[in-house]
């Protein structure tokens, strides 16, 4: 049983150790900011993400601004029981006398911890991280009802990535020639190194321990399916594959699986722990969506980089892939009334993305390195046909160098370069 005693040193070292990050490592603002205005005695505010992302840094960043307890579970010293909870709460009481803030980092390891929360919730500022989506959310629904509020960290976008760099973007950069050169270099950086910070100074060898400790402690050790060995090939091949469309029955012939409902279920495992993503192909008819095949993504271009997918040699999926991480953040942290689908009509014609809010579609999105004379119909054309269908009269090509507007049939097709549409002000 653990003593008051050794949760102060486990408390007070974790606590160290994050002023020492702050005090040797640049920390930004990140642009998930929406959370300030919810963080308030009666509510409790989870932050989830994909590990490793900074949800840790950010909890610590809102609660600093007052006195705070701050407690990382992780720390193995801190195994417990739901009922030894209240010890936690003496020894940040010992610590620092009354907080105003509780800052809980991946609390859901406690069993029973969601009944703690509910208890001290009315009294205190409650912030909470976490790298599981469905625990989270299926324990919060019982005990917490209406009174949680869930936010989304992701990966560092473009314009957090450059941040972090030192690197501050006047809107005159853009034209400027020598300004975009440095920028597409480092856009290509960003596309191979993706947005986890600690990538930033760690390189591949982070990234493998880190798709190792999602596969291996968020999806193995919670779930314990029967077969992990074929998850963990399922895992790395998602992730090696960014931008595909595949149906499950062709998941489970690849992995030699008596089921679709196994890698229905495993799938969920991996998106739970947001290290995959889906989108489902549009249709007006519910049917009609759940049976077409999905298009599955990677959370972070440069986590496929290490695990086996090669940037340099498809540079066209891995863009793909940037856009839809992209457009996921900027509904996650600015229009949340989105709905995100790709496109396929009967003569195989595709567009990547769509954006739809309520009943009308808003956006069209296609993502290709260049358009040229031989893929030129593929592209183009496969967005006029979705333009013509949804009643648009705009459509959206990001490339990665091309930028003008040509106007075809009434209806204008706008080209950007990917690296200059990520640094786009996206609060609309």
Request: proline share 2%; hydrophobic share 40%; net charge positive.
């Amino acid at each position: 049983m653990i003593t008051v005693e050794e949760i102060k040193s486990a408390v007070r070292d974790r606590e160290e150790a994050m002023d020492r990050l702050f005090s040797t490592e640049r920390i930004i603002t990140r642009e998930q900011s929406k959370i300030e205005k919810y963080v308030y005695p009666g509510i409790a505010n989870i932050i989830t993400g994909v590990r490793r992302c900074g949800k840790s840094v950010l909890a610590f960043q809102l609660a600093k601004r007052e006195n705070f307890g701050y407690v990382n579970f992780e720390d193995e010293r801190l195994s417990m029981s739901g009922q030894e909870l209240n010890k936690v709460l003496e020894a940040i009481y010992s610590l620092k006398g009354e907080v105003e803030v509780l800052v809980f980092d991946e609390i859901q390891n406690i069993p029973g911890w969601e009944k703690f929360v509910t208890r001290i919730l009315p009294a205190k500022k409650v912030l909470i991280t976490g790298s599981n989506a469905r625990l989270m959310s299926r324990e919060l629904a019982t005990y917490l009802t209406g009174r949680h509020i869930d936010f989304t960290l992701f990966p560092f976008s473009f314009r957090e990535f450059l941040k972090y760099r030192g690197i501050e973007i006047r809107k005159e950069d853009l034209y400027s020639t020598r300004s975009a050169a440095k920028l597409k270099d480092l856009f290509m950086n960003y596309l191979e190194t993706g947005g986890f910070p600690e990538a930033m100074r760690l390189g591949r060898l982070f990234l493998l321990e880190n798709f190792r400790d999602i596969v291996e402690r968020d999806v193995i050790q919670r779930y314990r399916p029967k077969y992990s060995s074929k998850l963990k090939e399922l895992a790395k091949y998602l992730v090696s594959n960014p931008s595909c469309e595949m149906t499950y029955s062709k998941l489970k012939n690849i992995f030699s699986l008596g089921s679709v409902n196994t890698i229905a279920a495993w799938i969920s495992y991996l998106e739970n722990s947001y290290l995959v993503f889906k989108l489902e192909r549009f249709s007006p008819k519910l049917k009609e969506a759940m049976l077409a095949p999905k298009k599955f993504f990677s959370i972070d271009t440069g986590l496929s980089n290490a695990v086996g997918f090669r940037v340099t040699e498809n540079v066209g999926r891995a863009m793909e892939n940037l856009v839809a991480v992209e457009l996921l953040r900027r509904r996650s942290y600015w229009n949340e009334s989105w709905e995100i689908f790709y496109w396929k009509d009967y003569r195989q014609r595709e567009v990547d993305f769509i954006i739809k809010e309520g009943a009308k579609v808003r956006k069209l999105i296609q993502v290709c390195r260049e358009v040229n004379v031989e893929n030129r119909e593929r592209e183009v054309g496969a967005l006029l046909a979705a333009m013509k269908e949804f009643g648009l009269k705009e459509g959206l090509i990001l490339t990665f160098d091309q930028e003008s507007e040509e106007r075809i049939d009434n209806k204008i097709v706008r080209y950007i370069p990917l690296w200059k549409w990520l640094l786009e002000v996206v609060e609309d």
